[in-house]
């Protein structure tokens, strides 16, 4: 099999019916249908597709295709983009999911169609490598599966918007891919969250990197900054001003900019860093706040801050 660019659109000479104006009330919800081969990266890019914004629902018979997207259209805006994966392999589903989409074009629903694709000798090493029989070959051999299941999805795959070969492609490759085409400038950024807490409570246990900030003086001992909190303008003043804080805060600045960059690289998504002082109220939220000002301004990095524990005392 001829291998397909990345990301390819649909052929030439191929157009859909034009879409007719929506009708007045409907919501307008963004319809992906993602298909493909099985052993093509289906799960991989609906995971990628989950964590750029999209509500993704997986293995929907195709029979419900379309009652799922009438439903989230009714949901005033909740759900503005939708991502079905389906399994297409069968004459009857397939002829559910033209329907479908045949009565999508007809309400106006803008929709697009995501084909993952493989050679069948990298499907076939696949199958081997997991060590599991193919759906489609009974008691034949693996490639008689793929060969079956090709025949078969054929027809969505010739209507597809999108077709990603990954042949040539590892989780990463593929993850990037489909970010390329659905992530928009927002979503394509890393996420980083900025998690401030008290190490009396216990430290978080899926941060990425925790940094402890309990070699600075702590305002819970002095009397007018104990009720405050990190937040406020004379807890940070007292806290950024103790010897050792602004080096901390450039020097760990600079050790972070070669680490989110390389995240960015390796396509991750999102990252988090917990600040960690004795209570999570003074010292961590100072510090928090002061590193989503200073790393707020890299490029492709979107920070947030959340404060676990202040309140808790």
């Not at 070699?215 to 003043?237: C, I, M, Q, S, Y």
């Given at each position: 099999?001829?291998?397909?660019?990345k990301g390819q659109t649909r052929p030439a000479g191929q157009t859909r019916p034009a879409a007719a104006e929506p009708k007045h009330g409907d919501s307008q919800v963004e319809v992906l249908l993602v298909s493909g081969m099985s052993g093509a990266g289906r799960s991989t890019a609906a995971k990628v597709l989950?964590?750029?914004?999209?509500?993704?629902?997986?293995?929907?018979?195709?029979?419900?295709?379309?009652?799922?997207?009438?439903?989230?259209?009714?949901?005033?805006?909740?759900?503005?983009?939708?991502?079905?994966?389906?399994?297409?392999?069968?004459?009857?589903?397939?002829?559910?999911?033209?329907?479908?989409?045949?009565?999508?074009?007809?309400?106006?629903?803008?929709?697009?169609?995501?084909?993952?694709?493989?050679?069948?000798?990298?499907?076939?090493?696949?199958?081997?490598?997991?060590?599991?029989?193919?759906?489609?070959?009974?008691?034949?051999?693996?490639?008689?599966?793929?060969?079956?299941?090709?025949?078969?999805?054929?027809?969505?795959?010739?209507?597809?918007?999108?077709?990603?070969?990954?042949?040539?492609?590892?989780?990463?490759?593929?993850?990037?891919?489909?970010?390329?085409?659905?992530?928009?400038?927002?979503?394509?950024?890393?996420?980083?969250?900025?998690?401030?807490?008290?190490?009396?409570?216990?430290?978080?246990?899926?941060?990425?990197?925790?940094?402890?900030?309990?070699?600075?003086?702590?305002?819970?001992?002095?009397?007018?900054?104990?009720?405050?909190?990190?937040?406020?303008?004379?807890?940070?003043?007292?806290?950024?001003?103790?010897?050792?804080?602004?080096?901390?805060?450039?020097?760990?600045?600079?050790?972070?900019?070669?680490?989110?960059?390389?995240?960015?690289?390796?396509?991750?998504?999102?990252?988090?860093?917990?600040?960690?002082?004795?209570?999570?109220?003074?010292?961590?939220?100072?510090?928090?706040?002061?590193?989503?000002?200073?790393?707020?301004?890299?490029?492709?990095?979107?920070?947030?801050?959340?404060?676990?524990?202040?309140?808790?005392?």
């Amino acid at each position: 099999m001829s291998a397909e660019p990345k990301g390819q659109t649909r052929p030439a000479g191929q157009t859909r019916p034009a879409a007719a104006e929506p009708k007045h009330g409907d919501s307008q919800v963004e319809v992906l249908l993602v298909s493909g081969m099985s052993g093509a990266g289906r799960s991989t890019a609906a995971k990628v597709l989950e964590d750029l914004g999209w509500y993704v629902v997986d293995n929907l018979p195709p029979g419900m295709l379309r009652p799922m997207v009438e439903l989230v259209g009714r949901a005033d805006g909740a759900v503005p983009k939708l991502a079905v994966v389906v399994d297409v392999r069968g004459q009857k589903i397939m002829t559910q999911i033209k329907q479908s989409l045949a009565s999508f074009w007809e309400q106006g629903i803008a929709f697009r169609v995501l084909f993952l694709d493989a050679s069948d000798e990298v499907l076939v090493r696949r199958f081997e490598s997991v060590r599991r029989p193919h759906p489609l070959q009974g008691d034949g051999r693996i490639l008689d599966g793929i060969l079956a299941e090709r025949e078969q999805v054929q027809a969505i795959r010739s209507r597809a918007d999108h077709i990603i070969d990954t042949s040539d492609l590892n989780v990463h490759q593929l993850s990037a891919a489909v970010k390329e085409i659905f992530g928009d400038e927002e979503t394509a950024k890393l996420r980083l969250l900025l998690l401030s807490f008290g190490f009396k409570y216990g430290a978080p246990v899926d941060a990425d990197h925790v940094v402890d900030v309990r070699f600075l003086p702590n305002p819970h001992w002095v009397p007018e900054l104990r009720a405050l909190t990190g937040k406020e303008r004379a807890v940070a003043d007292y806290v950024l001003g103790q010897p050792g804080a602004g080096t901390f805060l450039d020097r760990y600045v600079a050790m972070l900019e070669p680490v989110l960059e390389g995240y960015l690289r390796e396509h991750r998504s999102y990252a988090t860093i917990a600040i960690g002082c004795t209570g999570g109220k003074h010292r961590s939220v100072a510090m928090a706040e002061a590193l989503a000002a200073r790393l707020s301004g890299l490029q492709d990095v979107r920070v947030s801050v959340r404060h676990r524990d202040e309140g808790r005392e």
